[in-house]
């Protein structure tokens, strides 16, 4: 396959791409066809496949079973999940995954870390997920972390939950320190987490601080032990959502902490955005961690999109895109330069915590692995929200679209006219 005319992020001009056995040949100006598919992007905007690094495959389209959230809390949420999985199937998991992954496959996203919920005795989530993985690794690399969703101490059989969980086949350890009965139990579970972790080899992954509460401060916990365990480089933090109501002072240390942790900060802003300030009256905080200046002082971050029609999140369509629309927004980065840099929060920052950087990017030697955005630059990518027109996995095509044709009413010829978005081009 040679993908020809394509704009590559952060080069100047066109170029052709060549693709062979699933893997990027040959990038250069101008490439001789031979006998190969050809596809003309016409300076279209082509990136490597984007990275959701959290999110809830085993709840996702359980909007309205058993109930709806009313509330739109977080507990409220936590409470209709456990009423859910009381019913839990292997095969539900599955056909569920099947509709949200062919959604967010189509938009582009064809690496997931997702949770599977581990409090269940049954691990009837884990156990879906697992089968889920293997039906689908041809259009995406899923990874699973094993998640206390309802904590690692507050019932007695968890810690031998987790740690079953991790035997069967889960790629990374979680922990939800902030939603322990107590401060101490929170810091046990950090400990109890990193010796499972290195037990096994595995890398963590935990909900961390999602929470209102100013004096909720695990993510420190985090961080130092992951210093001293020496796994700089393997833990990831999700949400971190107490970081908006910290002081200055103490943020500008923790972010000095994770930095030297070499953490990478998973924000998920679709629903923090959502579910925080809920106590608030007015002024109303934002809830959302501090990702520019989280950005601004060495952190590695990246975006997840967290849950589709669940529980959680009565909305959603899996694309990575419309959270990066909310991320820009809400962290206010709307500066020229931020917009343009604001991509690699779903590309290059997410694959360096992945680490398979080696692997992924538009360039010779790296998988073939690339979406074709119906955008002509960054801009317009995030303005208009579009499909891809491609997705590639593996060097085969696994998602297209035809472009549309809009037409409207011209005001001074009164005749229909093709709308052209491209005001950018």
């Known amino acids: ?13 066109l170029f052709d791409i060549r693709i062979e056995n699933g893997m990027i040949v040959e990038v250069a100006p101008h490439i001789t066809t031979r006998d190969d598919e050809v596809i003309d992007v016409d300076g279209r905007l082509v990136m490597p496949t984007f ?21 739109g809390t977080l507990l409220e949420g936590i409470e209709i999940w456990s009423e859910y999985k009381k019913k839990l199937t292997i095969e539900d998991v599955v056909n569920r995954s099947r509709k949200a992954l062919m959604l967010m496959v189509s938009y582009g996203t064809t690496r997931i870390r997702t949770h599977a919920d581990v409090t269940e005795k049954k691990l009837t989530a884990l156990k879906g997920l697992l089968e889920v993985k293997r ?15 309802d904590g690692i101490l507050t019932e007695p059989e968890n810690i031998e939950l987790l740690e079953k969980a991790i035997e069967l086949g889960a790629d990374n350890v979680g922990m939800i320190p902030h939603l322990e009965y107590t401060r ?103 809830g959302l961690t501090r990702i520019k200046e989280l950005l601004m002082n060495g952190v ?10 669940d529980p959680w999140y009565p909305l959603g369509r899996g694309d990575m895109v419309q959270v990066l629309f909310m991320t820009v927004h809400v962290a206010q980065m709307m500066g020229y330069d931020e917009l343009m840099r604001s991509f690699d929060l779903i590309t290059v920052n997410p694959a360096k915590a992945l680490r398979i950087e080696s692997m992924y990017g538009v360039d010779k030697g790296k998988k073939a692995d690339l979406v074709v955005l119906d955008a002509f630059n960054e801009i317009e990518a995030l303005a208009y929200l579009k499909r891809p027109l491609y997705v590639i996995k593996n060097g085969k095509i696994v998602s297209e679209r035809n472009i549309e044709e809009v037409k409207v009413v011209d005001p001074v010829s009164r005749k229909p006219i093709v709308l052209d978005e491209r005001v950018l081009k």
Do not use: W
Request: charged share 30%.
């Open 1 to 13: 396959m040679i993908i020809k005319r394509a704009k590559i992020r952060g080069r100047d001009g």
């Open 51 to 71: 990275i959701d690094m959290h999110f809830h495959l085993d709840s996702a389209l359980t909007i309205g079973d058993p109930r709806f959230n009313q509330s």
């Open 135 to 149: 039906l689908f690794k041809d259009i995406v690399d899923i990874q699973i972390t094993a998640f206390p969703q």
């Open 184 to 286: 101490e139990d929170g810091v046990k579970s950090i400990e109890i987490a990193f010796e499972i972790a290195k037990k096994y080899g595995r890398d963590i992954d935990g909900h961390v601080d999602e929470t209102d509460d100013e004096q909720s401060r695990f993510l420190e916990v985090v961080a130092a032990k992951t210093i001293k365990e020496g796994y700089m480089g393997r833990v990831t933090a999700g949400h971190t959502t107490a970081m908006h109501s910290y002081n200055d002072a103490y943020a500008d240390k923790l972010y000095r902490i994770l930095k030297k942790a070499e953490i990478t900060i998973i924000p998920n802003p679709l629903i923090n955005i959502h579910l925080q300030g809920r106590y608030d009256r007015y002024p109303k905080r934002r």
């Open 300 to 309: 590695n971050v990246a975006l997840g999109h967290d849950c589709i029609m």
